[in-house]
């Protein structure tokens, strides 16, 4: 230890020196002499330059970026006269960047790019890669996305060069999605945005950008952030009503180049030098007093405009690691389609040049589903295409056979691209069907169990006079049949849960109502019109019950019709939110009377406030059920017995 230290204290002072006079050769010269061991030497070395590095360091605390450009050129040369460990170079510079400001990083991180040829050299880099990508990493944390965006690019761009194609590390194989990019809004109306907003700009707006409008534009970037909650049906429905609010607000409101404002300046350099200044924001402010400027900010339109086309091909492409459930419906592609075609005659209208910029977008995104699907094959490499040679060259250049692998090495493979390999073809294709086993075990494809017409079918016939079939041979008398009966009427009939606390007859005399009721459902044949007129009025207390509820919804069906005739009085928005105020507090009972199920529920539940939640409810009930009215609430609200809310809503 004691002969290491004075090797490197040696070390070191020769270092300086050589360094200071540009004489790397008089350096090499002594290294060799005083120690003939290569490893004892690098290691040497190696420390010397660190402690060097820190007297450089502490020397130069003005900001002078030549010195220590000169000393990293002067480290790597000494790699490539094999004195020092061929990672130094990089360690040294990722000391140097965690010394120094991000104002000095910047102009030193250009020495880093100038020398990439220097780091993809064979010698280099295998032994600085993973140090490198660390140094761009750390550099990241410390840098703003939205102010020192232009740093951040030339990092990424740095890597890009740096790493082959075949790289993986730096490549999303999963399509994960930045759940950390949250946008945050007002949540309630602010009092001063009218007597902010001027009535000229706004009759000249020619649409109305209220409270309404500004929550529904800025709700979006949620699902933006998240593109997976589209599949589910009922953040479908939220999505693609606010998506239509917001692109029917575009529509209306027409931008045009604003260059007339700078007819009136005389000097013709202010003038030229004005039109030419463009700005550029990361991310945008949400503020409500600031949506009817950023609605009149072209590079803003484009910005959300474009985030709509990247969801909607997201939507429809085709990602390997995409669950089986997310897929869009007939109705749901013939929207998007729509959709897009909307969007791209919006970006056309955009000036300045929005044909043109239409058309980059459209390349732009075609390139991106070639990059798609080469994720989806594995990534493999990119490999120049081998040149063509006769039949005679290739015999006489034939290569020897390769070495037969281990089965190890196929495993890797198969989990670097999320696959299994189980040692036998056909296994291997059965396991590797679905990413998720137990997502393909609840496919359709393993749904065995029958449809009710299919099962009960010979069941039907039987009740049949004319199929003369005696009573002890009937189906209904099976044990074995109604056994599986009951739980086939479980799981498929919704005549299998009756309201009520009416005694069960016996199962032969319950099966047999059970089937006269599916008979009744399914499209009617010969059959089942003897079976109607052959029926005896029902005896029991359960068929007595079965009329009722068959009168009801008779009666429920005149009503329904007297309803579409006159007219419907809706819930207007002032409405809705004195109902949510009263009602926040018992919301949920609400909910769950209104017809929403556990998972919807829950998805309001991620409102920040009752009343939100309780807001939420009502206006995508008012919206999407036909027959929201206000009389329709005031009977659910007299079935809860919260009359306060229905004196709101009489008054």
């Not at 990059?371 to 060259?393: L, Q, S």
């Not at 009721?517 to 005896?539: F, G, S, Y």
């Not at 999407?624 to 005031?634: H, I, Y």
């Amino acid at each position: 230890m004691a002969m290491f230290e004075t090797l490197r204290k040696d070390y070191s002072e020769h270092l300086q020196h050589s360094f200071k006079t540009s004489d790397t050769a008089s350096f090499v010269k002594k290294c060799t002499d005083h120690c003939i061991n290569e490893s004892d030497r690098k290691s040497a070395v190696d420390q010397a330059l660190r402690d060097t590095l820190l007297l450089i360091l502490a020397e130069n605390s003005s900001g002078n970026v030549q010195a220590l450009e000169a000393y990293i050129t002067f480290c790597i040369e000494l790699c490539q006269r094999d004195l020092a460990t061929a990672s130094v170079p990089v360690m040294l510079l990722g000391d140097i960047f965690d010394a120094m400001t991000l104002d000095r990083c910047e102009s030193l991180f250009t020495f880093v790019e100038n020398n990439v040829a220097v780091w993809k050299e064979e010698m280099f880099f295998g032994a600085c890669k993973n140090n490198l990508l660390r140094m761009c990493n750390d550099l990241l944390r410390r840098l703003s996305r939205s102010q020192q965006t232009v740093f951040c690019g030339r990092i990424l761009l740095f890597l890009a060069k740096f790493f082959p194609f075949s790289e993986r590390s730096g490549l999303n194989i999963v399509s994960e999605f930045n759940l950390e990019n949250h946008t945050e809004f007002g949540t309630e109306k602010s009092d001063d945005i009218l007597d902010q907003m001027n009535v000229d700009d706004m009759s000249e707006s020619k649409i109305s950008i209220d409270y309404n409008l500004y929550r529904k534009f800025w709700a979006l970037q949620d699902f933006f952030r998240n593109p997976n909650q589209c599949y589910n049906k009922m953040h479908w429905k939220v999505f693609s009503a606010h998506a239509s609010n917001v692109l029917s607000a575009f529509s209306s409101f027409k931008l045009e180049e604003q260059r007339s404002c700078l007819t009136t300046v005389k000097d013709d350099s202010i003038m030229e030098g004005t039109h030419k200044e463009t700005h550029y924001f990361a991310k945008y402010l949400t503020n409500q007093k600031l949506l009817e400027l950023q609605l009149s900010d072209t590079n803003f339109r484009r910005y959300v405009l474009l985030q709509f086309l990247i969801l909607f091909q997201y939507l429809n492409s085709t990602v390997k690691f995409k669950s089986e459930t997310h897929e869009l419906k007939a109705y749901q592609a013939e929207w998007v389609k729509s959709t897009t075609d909307q969007v791209y005659s919006l970006l056309i209208e955009t000036p300045p040049d929005g044909r043109i910029f239409a058309e980059t977008v459209k390349h732009i995104l075609a390139r991106e589903e070639h990059w798609n699907a080469w994720k989806n094959e594995g990534c493999p490499a990119f490999k120049r295409p081998a040149p063509e040679t006769n039949e005679d060259d290739t015999k006489e250049t034939r290569k020897p056979k390769r070495s037969r692998r281990k089965i190890g090495d196929f495993i890797k493979e198969a989990q670097l691209v999320g696959k299994y390999h189980m040692g036998n073809p056909e296994l291997t294709k059965l396991w590797n069907l679905c990413p998720n086993n137990l997502e393909a075990c609840k496919s359709k494809e393993r749904d065995f169990l029958p449809s009710l017409e299919t099962y009960f079918e010979d069941a039907i016939i039987e009740l049949d006079p004319a199929a003369m079939v005696d009573e002890e041979y009937k189906k209904v008398n099976d044990g074995n049949f109604g056994w599986r009966a009951l739980r086939l009427l479980a799981r498929r009939s919704p005549h299998f849960f009756v309201h009520g606390n009416y005694p069960i007859n016996k199962l032969p005399e319950y099966l047999e109502t059970m089937i006269k009721k599916i008979a009744k459902d399914r499209p009617q044949t010969q059959v089942d019109i003897k079976i109607e007129a052959d029926e005896t009025p029902p005896q029991s207390a359960d068929q007595e019950f079965c009329e009722d509820v068959l009168k009801q919804e008779s009666d429920q069906t005149d009503a329904e019709t007297l309803d579409k005739v006159s007219k419907i009085n809706k819930l207007t928005p002032e409405m809705i939110e004195k109902l949510s105020e009263a009602l926040k507090g018992d919301w949920k009972k609400l909910a769950t009377k209104l017809g929403y199920k556990d998972n919807e529920i829950k998805y309001f539940q991620g409102k920040p406030t009752q009343f939100e939640q309780c807001k939420t409810s009502l206006e995508i009930w008012a919206e999407e059920v036909e027959d929201a009215s206000t009389e329709n609430l005031a009977e659910i609200l007299e079935e809860l017995k919260l009359f306060e809310a229905l004196e709101i809503l009489k008054s």
